[in-house]
């Protein structure tokens, strides 16, 4: 079983940042995929940033450069450091991992980005 938990969510002021942790097995981590969803009311859920095994990146065209993932192997984390929130940005965040037989969810994590 593989499990996933996020953390760092919360209220945040426009162009404010907030990092997000999802803790995850350090074997998962070092052999999978991994990457961040989110979904706000009333859209479908949409993938955003990714990590592959040899540390390759992806993001989504409505991040530009203001997201970033990374891994913590000293705390078996994958991190998402997200700075100039917009209000847009308000959805629900899941950490996702990609395994060969399965894809597995956490619980998800609110960001609220609001004045």
């Known amino acids: 079983q593989v499990q996933l938990v996020e953390s760092g969510g919360g209220l945040v002021q426009p162009w404010g940042s907030l990092r997000l942790s999802c803790a995850v097995s350090e074997y998962v981590s070092r052999t999978y995929t991994l990457g961040w969803y989110r979904q706000a009311p009333g859209k479908e859920r949409e993938l955003f940033a990714s990590?592959?095994?040899?540390?390759?990146?992806n993001y989504g065209d409505f991040v530009k450069g203001r997201f970033n993932i990374s891994k913590d192997t000293s705390k078996r984390t994958v991190d998402l450091q997200m700075n100039s929130l917009e209000i847009e940005d308000t959805a629900v965040y899941y950490c996702?991992?990609?395994?060969?037989?399965?894809?597995?969810w956490g619980q998800g994590t609110q960001v609220t980005v609001s004045s």
């Open positions: 996702h991992a990609y395994l060969p037989w399965a894809g597995y």
């Open positions: 990590v592959d095994s040899h540390g390759n990146k």
